[in-house]
C-alpha cells in the first residue's frame, strides 16, 4: 500500500485547509485510516482516525470541533477537513494506514498503523 498526502500549504490562523491522502490497492476499503502531525522539535501526535466504512471517527482533544475527517472508499482517499486553523496547529501531517484492526474501533497509537505517507507541511501564520 502507498499513501500520497497533499493539500498542504501556508494560510493565515483562522483560515482552513483540507488534506488528501490518496492510497494505492484495492484493500483501502478494509483499513482503518488516521492522520498524525509532527511540528518542530516534538513528537508525531494523533489528530484523528476513521475507521474502514467511515462509520466510527475519533479526534485529539486539540482539534475537535475543528477538523474532520472523512474518506470515499471509491477513490481510495481519506481526507482531513481542517477549519479554525491556529499557529499551533503548523506541523507537517502524515496519514496512516491500520490494516490489521477489524473491530469497529479505531487506533490514536501510530505503532498500530502499517504504512505511513509522505507527509505535507501545514504552516499556520498568526
Known amino acids: 500500500v502507498q499513501l500520497q498526502a497533499s493539500g498542504g500549504g501556508l494560510v493565515q490562523a483562522g483560515g482552513s485547509l483540507r488534506l488528501s491522502c490518496a492510497a494505492s490497492?484495492?484493500?483501502?476499503?478494509?483499513?482503518?485510516m488516521g492522520w498524525f502531525r509532527q511540528a518542530p522539535g516534538k513528537e508525531r501526535e494523533f489528530v484523528a482516525a476513521?475507521?474502514?466504512?467511515?462509520?466510527?471517527?475519533y479526534y485529539a482533544d486539540s482539534v475537535e470541533g475543528r477538523f474532520t475527517i472523512s474518506r470515499d472508499n471509491a477513490k481510495n482517499t481519506v481526507y482531513l477537513q481542517m477549519n479554525s486553523l491556529k499557529p499551533e496547529d503548523t506541523a507537517v501531517y502524515y496519514c496512516?494506514?491500520?490494516?490489521?484492526?477489524?473491530?469497529?474501533?479505531?487506533?490514536?497509537?501510530?505503532?498500530?498503523?502499517?504504512?505511513w505517507g509522505q507527509g505535507t507541511l501545514v504552516t499556520v501564520s498568526s
Open positions: 476513521v475507521n474502514w466504512s467511515g462509520g466510527f471517527k
Open positions: 490497492g484495492r484493500t483501502f476499503s478494509t483499513y482503518g
Open positions: 496512516a494506514a491500520d490494516a490489521r484492526r477489524t473491530s469497529y474501533s479505531v487506533s490514536s497509537r501510530s505503532n498500530e498503523y502499517d504504512y
